[in-house]
């Protein structure tokens, strides 16, 4: 996934002389996942360059070069670092369309890693995406796999919004099931893996069916994907598996269809419990679905506590828990 990220940023700054990269320890250094190894050596330190430890500076150069016609992508090292940023995100990026009268857009993203999984503890763990998904004017972002990563990133530079794109750092290196007791799985064993070269889509808000079924739908995105198909393979019922990818603009469409043939639905994040995204999607589910379903809908969360250093596998939803959420919901 690091490479597909690379290649994704190679080409939007091969393809469009608007677009620069920038962050902490992104240029020279070429990120602390070197998810932008080499384009400071390619394209120059105008257009790939490093940045002081000041997150609200980084995104209020940010809008100002958007304002003026460049598309930045910015880097935030760690989403749990993306809190100093928020006012200019929220108060002025993401309003920039509207109080200009579309004079003036915001053509930004934010790249940031996400999630636990890698003993990152309270400070280099946390999952903000709700944050984001709350605000109008931002649109929010979280890719499973390397094909996905790379199409919905180029889909978010070549976006006219602020798009917060974040990366579950957990899955760098290969797809992670929550079984952290097993060897690591490389992208290259994965079909998912397979990534074209040069310019590709995905679209924005459009979700993948990755597993069909005619129990219950699982909602997931991000780590909680292979989680989610783990505990489907573990507990034997036969569950739909749809991986948003995009959380704002939400494919409503295709969950709905799937929970009106299941009438069932399983919802898993990582992030806390409590106004978790999961929240959102109970709502809607049962706002388009509640004739159709049979049984209460289930979250399978992180708790309401710090990501805990030592107690991390305790806090993760791990298959275990989402195969018990998988079991509530069948029974009803």
């Known amino acids: 996934m690091v490479q597909a990220l690379n290649s994704a940023m190679d080409v939007m700054l091969a393809r469009d002389q ?7 320890d992104v240029g020279y250094f070429g990120g602390v996942f070197r998810c932008t190894e080499g384009l400071q050596r390619k394209y120059g330190p105008e257009r790939a360059f490093d940045t002081p430890i000041a997150e609200a ?6 809008v100002g070069m958007g304002a003026y016609g460049l598309r930045p992508v910015v880097e935030i090292q760690f989403a749990d670092y993306i809190y100093p940023a928020t006012d200019q995100l929220i108060s002025e990026a993401a309003r920039l369309r509207y109080r200009s009268a579309g004079e003036f857009t915001a053509p930004i993203t934010v790249r940031a890693p996400c999630g636990g999984g890698i003993f990152g503890g309270q400070t280099h763990s946390q999952s903000p995406e709700a944050i984001f998904t709350h605000v109008c004017g931002l649109k929010t972002v979280m890719p ?5 990563a790379k199409g919905l990133l180029i889909s978010s530079i070549e976006d006219d919004d602020p798009v917060i794109f974040l990366e579950p750092k957990r899955l760098y290196n290969g797809p992670f099931d929550g079984h952290y007791e097993r060897p690591v ?6 079909p998912a893996g397979e990534v074209p070269e040069g310019h590709y889509t995905v679209p924005l808000g459009k979700a993948a069916v990755v597993r069909p079924g005619d129990d219950v739908t699982v909602l997931a995105y991000g780590t909680m994907v292979y989680v989610a ?9 036969d569950a739909e598996v749809i991986d948003l990818r995009t959380l704002l603009p939400l494919d409503i469409d295709t969950i709905v269809d799937s929970v009106a043939k299941t009438g069932r639905c399983v919802i898993v994040h990582e992030a806390t419990r409590t106004s978790g995204f999961g929240a959102e999607l109970s709502a809607l589910v049962h706002e388009n679905c509640f004739f159709k379903l ?3 809908i289930v979250r399978v969360t992180g708790w ?4 805990p250093h030592s107690l991390e596998w305790d806090y993760f939803p791990g298959p275990k828990r989402v195969a018990e959420g ?3 919901a069948m029974e009803g």
């Open 326 to 328: 998988l079991r509530r």
């Open 144 to 148: 499973s796999n390397p094909y996905d």
């Open 304 to 307: 309401d506590t710090p990501y």
């Open 57 to 62: 500076g980084i995104l209020a150069t940010a």
């Open 18 to 24: 608007n677009v620069v990269v920038f962050g902490e």
């Open 229 to 237: 198909l783990a505990a489907v393979a573990e507990s034997g019922i």
């Open 185 to 190: 799985t490389p992208w290259s064993e994965h």
């Open 294 to 296: 049979e049984a209460p």
